[in-house]
Protein backbone atom coordinates (compact mmCIF):
# COMPACT_ATOMS: atom_id res chain seq x y z
CA UNK A 1 0.00 0.00 0.00
CA UNK A 2 3.07 2.10 0.56
CA UNK A 3 4.21 2.24 -3.08
CA UNK A 4 0.50 3.05 -4.00
CA UNK A 5 -0.12 5.46 -1.73
CA UNK A 6 -0.93 8.45 -3.58
CA UNK A 7 -3.47 6.10 -6.07
CA UNK A 8 -5.21 5.05 -3.07
CA UNK A 9 -5.31 9.03 -2.27
CA UNK A 10 -6.55 10.02 -5.56
CA UNK A 11 -9.51 7.96 -4.92
CA UNK A 12 -10.73 9.83 -1.84
CA UNK A 13 -9.44 6.74 0.51
CA UNK A 14 -6.71 6.57 3.31
CA UNK A 15 -4.99 4.28 5.06
CA UNK A 16 -4.93 3.36 8.69
CA UNK A 17 -3.11 0.51 9.72
CA UNK A 18 -3.99 -1.03 13.30
CA UNK A 19 -1.39 -3.42 15.18
CA UNK A 20 -0.60 -4.35 18.74
CA UNK A 21 2.52 -2.72 19.56
CA UNK A 22 2.52 0.05 21.67
CA UNK A 23 2.36 3.95 20.58
CA UNK A 24 6.16 3.93 21.04
CA UNK A 25 7.04 0.90 19.28
CA UNK A 26 4.55 2.20 16.74
CA UNK A 27 6.03 6.00 16.11
CA UNK A 28 9.68 4.34 15.85
CA UNK A 29 8.46 2.23 12.85
CA UNK A 30 6.60 4.80 10.99
CA UNK A 31 9.64 6.92 11.35
CA UNK A 32 11.98 4.44 10.54
CA UNK A 33 9.97 3.18 7.49
CA UNK A 34 9.06 6.43 6.42
CA UNK A 35 5.12 5.42 6.22
CA UNK A 36 3.12 7.82 4.75
CA UNK A 37 -0.06 6.19 6.38
CA UNK A 38 -1.72 6.08 9.54
CA UNK A 39 -0.67 4.11 12.30
CA UNK A 40 -2.67 3.62 15.41
CA UNK A 41 -1.91 1.04 17.97
CA UNK A 42 -4.38 -1.42 18.76
CA UNK A 43 -2.91 -2.69 22.11
CA UNK A 44 -6.05 -4.54 23.71
CA UNK A 45 -7.40 -5.79 20.20
CA UNK A 46 -10.35 -3.30 21.17
CA UNK A 47 -10.78 -2.41 17.05
CA UNK A 48 -9.70 -6.09 15.91
CA UNK A 49 -12.16 -7.60 18.17
CA UNK A 50 -15.13 -5.51 16.56
CA UNK A 51 -14.09 -6.35 13.07
CA UNK A 52 -13.54 -10.14 14.20
CA UNK A 53 -9.87 -10.23 13.19
CA UNK A 54 -7.96 -13.30 13.65
CA UNK A 55 -5.80 -13.38 16.31
CA UNK A 56 -3.32 -17.41 15.85
CA UNK A 57 -0.30 -17.53 17.85
CA UNK A 58 0.48 -20.34 16.21
CA UNK A 59 0.96 -17.73 12.62
CA UNK A 60 2.44 -15.20 14.76
CA UNK A 61 -0.06 -13.37 15.69
CA UNK A 62 -2.83 -11.03 14.43
CA UNK A 63 -4.01 -12.60 10.56
CA UNK A 64 -3.76 -9.25 8.14
CA UNK A 65 -7.17 -8.13 8.07
CA UNK A 66 -8.54 -5.05 5.13
CA UNK A 67 -11.77 -3.32 4.74
CA UNK A 68 -12.60 -0.35 3.32
CA UNK A 69 -15.36 1.88 4.72
CA UNK A 70 -17.28 4.15 2.78
CA UNK A 71 -18.12 7.52 3.15
CA UNK A 72 -21.03 6.69 5.71
CA UNK A 73 -19.02 4.12 7.75
CA UNK A 74 -20.37 0.68 5.79
CA UNK A 75 -17.91 -1.53 4.92
CA UNK A 76 -18.08 -2.57 1.32
CA UNK A 77 -14.93 -4.57 0.76
CA UNK A 78 -13.51 -7.24 3.68
CA UNK A 79 -10.84 -9.56 3.58
CA UNK A 80 -9.37 -12.09 6.20
CA UNK A 81 -5.86 -13.36 5.77
CA UNK A 82 -5.38 -17.13 6.17
CA UNK A 83 -1.33 -16.32 6.87
CA UNK A 84 0.81 -13.23 6.91
CA UNK A 85 1.42 -12.85 3.36
CA UNK A 86 -2.06 -13.23 2.33
CA UNK A 87 -2.80 -10.14 1.81
CA UNK A 88 -4.47 -9.11 -1.73
CA UNK A 89 -2.81 -6.98 -4.65
CA UNK A 90 -3.26 -3.09 -4.18
CA UNK A 91 -5.21 -3.71 -7.60
CA UNK A 92 -7.98 -5.38 -6.28
CA UNK A 93 -8.37 -2.33 -3.55
CA UNK A 94 -7.83 0.03 -5.93
CA UNK A 95 -10.60 -1.82 -8.19
CA UNK A 96 -13.03 -1.66 -5.01
CA UNK A 97 -12.59 2.01 -4.56
CA UNK A 98 -13.08 2.94 -8.04
CA UNK A 99 -16.32 0.93 -7.91
CA UNK A 100 -17.49 3.17 -5.19
CA UNK A 101 -16.35 6.47 -6.50
Known amino acids: ?3 DYQLF ?3 G ?3 IALGPDGPH ?3 RYWQENDLPFIG ?3 IRSK ?3 QFQQEVNLFKLGRMPAIFVLDK ?3 IRYSHFGD ?3 DIPPNADILAVLDEIN
Open 1 to 3: MRQ
Open 40 to 42: CPD
Open 25 to 27: AFQ
Open 83 to 85: SMS
Open 9 to 11: QTR
Open 13 to 15: AEI
Open 72 to 74: DGK
Open 47 to 49: VAN
